[in-house]
């Protein structure tokens, strides 16, 4: 595989970000990365990335400490759909939990992530970069957790 890497969202490339998409059957599951570039913007300790392939933008993310629980979560994490299928989504969890580790000066034990229960794609993704379900949380999503 050609070189992965993530990079801050900032002016220089949130027009790429918003450009990305997923299937049309994928799109219920997450929400659009426009939506999630305002959110980052009130969120403390959260942070916005795109997911690079050499030097091409093939996925975005957002993850960051969560105020409610305390915990690293991922509250987004997309590939392109022209670019789905060849693990670059397994490779960019391992990426993001790197970098968790990375900026994890407090401690943290977790890093948790919810999604659609229907979403089979991002369950088998996640439990491959060694996520493990936890329950059905109150808004519907299927939860799991990453112990760092």
Excluded at 40 to 63: H, R, W
Excluded at 70 to 98: C, P, S, T
């Amino acid at each position: 595989m050609k070189h992965l890497s993530l990079k801050t969202i900032d002016k220089s490339n949130w027009e790429d970000a918003i450009q990305l998409s997923v299937n049309q059957e994928q799109q219920p599951f997450i929400a659009s990365n426009l939506y999630s570039i305002a959110e980052v913007q009130f969120l403390d300790n959260f942070y916005a990335k795109g997911i690079y392939l050499d030097n091409e933008m093939v996925g975005f993310t957002m993850f960051g400490i969560d105020p409610d629980d305390h915990n690293y979560w991922i509250y987004r994490l997309m590939i392109d759909k022209g670019f789905q299928g060849r693990g670059i989504g397994i490779h960019a969890i391992k990426l993001v939990i790197e970098e968790i580790r990375r900026m994890n000066d407090t401690n943290i034990p977790l890093i948790m992530i919810g999604y659609h229960p229907e979403n089979l794609a991002a369950k088998f993704a996640y439990q491959k970069a060694g996520f493990i379900e936890t329950e059905l949380s109150s808004w519907g999503e299927r939860l799991a957790k990453f112990c760092l």
